[in-house]
């Protein structure tokens, strides 16, 4: 009789085995005005430049942005969700962002493989986030992926 999955293994995301370099997964969010008064209630970060149009109108940006670290959660997303998926825990995470997100933008986050240890347990990603041809943010992840248990 064939043994069914049990819940867990339906949940968890790849083992380290299963990973290799170019492997890569993407998460699409439309951010909205709500996400952004959502974030800054969660976080605390009521910067007005993310919250008040008149008063981000003078500056650099010529309106309301996102906060940036909104955006690099769609990267976390991808990581946590699906490559290499539920089960695998942040250790790093660099960023660099390279042009700002608004209301209404559909951010499209990726994440690909560039080297993995399956001894260790660890593989880094390429992570960036566009919005449309625009580069938003670039980075880089070190994950710590789940062995394959042993029988």
């Known amino acids: 009789m064939e043994k069914l999955p049990g819940r867990l293994d339906e949940l968890r995301g790849k083992y380290a085995d299963e990973l290799t370099v170019g492997m890569s997964a993407i998460f699409t969010k439309t951010v909205t005005d709500a996400d952004i008064v959502l974030f800054a209630g969660v976080t605390g970060d009521t910067n007005p430049v993310h ?51 608004r209301v209404g933008d559909t951010v499209v986050a990726r994440v690909t493989a560039t080297a993995v240890d399956r001894d260790k347990g660890r593989c880094t990603f390429a992570t960036v986030a566009h919005v449309g041809e625009v580069l938003v943010v670039e980075g880089e992840a070190q994950i710590l992926v789940p062995k394959r248990p042993t029988a």
């Open 51 to 101: 919250l008040d149009e008149e008063f981000a109108k003078p500056t650099m940006f010529k309106g309301r942005i996102a906060h940036g670290m909104l955006t690099a959660g769609f990267i976390s997303a991808v990581l946590g969700t699906k490559l290499p998926g539920p089960g695998s825990i942040y250790l790093s995470q660099s960023l660099k962002f390279k042009a700002p997100v």
